[in-house]
Every structure is written in structure tokens, then in C-alpha cells.
Nanobody, 124 residues
Framework: QVQLVESGGGLVQAGGSLRLSCAASGRTFSTYAMGWFRRAPGKEREFVAAISWSGGNTLYADSVKGRFTISRVNAKNTVYLQMNSLKPEDTAVYYC?????????????????WGQGTQVTVSS
């Protein structure tokens, strides 16, 4: 079993920044991709960003490209999401997830384990 714990969420004003962290523990895979998704109030879950084990292959949703950066430190089993120039539309619960096949993807079924989520609220 793999446990994922997100942290770093909070309340910020529009234009501000946050850095989310997701730490994996338990029975982790040797190599795995990781991704970030979010769910805004009253809306469906949507893809945000993903990264391969090596860090050399990344994907971003068009809505966050140029503002968000995904990275990872494998020695700590941790993935990060640096969020800059935040907008009220970014308000959501953010979830991280793992893909044991090391395949960065925007599609939910690819991922094996999910964290509990961390709330990000951006005020206008």
C-alpha cells in the first residue's frame, strides 16, 4: 500500500504564490510518475500537471502552463507544484497521484494511488 500526503495549501490573494508538496510512503514502486489534479466547487476533477520518474518528461494543463511548475526529489519520494500568479479560478482541492508505469498522463485511470487533497483558496 502507498500513502500520499499533500501539504502546502492555504489562502492567498490573486497574484500570489504557493508551493504544494506530496510525499509518498509505504510500499512504493521503484519508479513511478506523479501527477497533480484539482477539483473546484461544483466542478469535475481536472488535470493540472504530471512528471516522469526522471523528471525529464512533464505535462501541463493549458490553464496553468507558464504559471505552475512541477518537480520532484526522488530521494525524498516527494513531488512539488510551484504555483505562481494565482487566480481565483485556481481555487480547488488539489490531489496528487502515482502511476506505477512511469507514464505522465492527463487521464485519471492511469494513476494507482491518490492523496487526501489540500485546499487552495485564491481571493480576488
Amino acid at each position: 500500500q502507498v500513502q500520499l500526503v499533500e501539504s502546502g495549501g492555504g489562502l492567498v490573494q490573486a497574484g500570489g504564490s504557493l508551493r504544494l508538496s506530496c510525499a509518498a510512503s509505504g510500499r512504493t514502486f521503484s519508479t513511478y510518475a506523479m501527477g497533480w489534479f484539482r477539483r473546484a466547487p461544483g466542478k469535475e476533477r481536472e488535470f493540472v500537471a504530471a512528471i516522469s520518474w526522471s523528471g525529464g518528461n512533464t505535462l501541463y494543463a493549458d490553464s496553468v502552463k507558464g504559471r505552475f511548475t512541477i518537480s520532484r526529489v526522488n530521494a525524498k519520494n516527494t513531488v512539488y507544484l510551484q504555483m505562481n500568479s494565482l487566480k481565483p479560478e485556481d481555487t480547488a482541492v488539489y490531489y496528487c497521484a502515482t502511476n506505477s508505469r512511469d507514464l505522465p498522463s492527463r487521464y485519471v485511470p492511469v494513476y494507482d494511488y491518490w492523496g487526501q487533497g489540500t485546499q487552495v483558496t485564491v481571493s480576488s
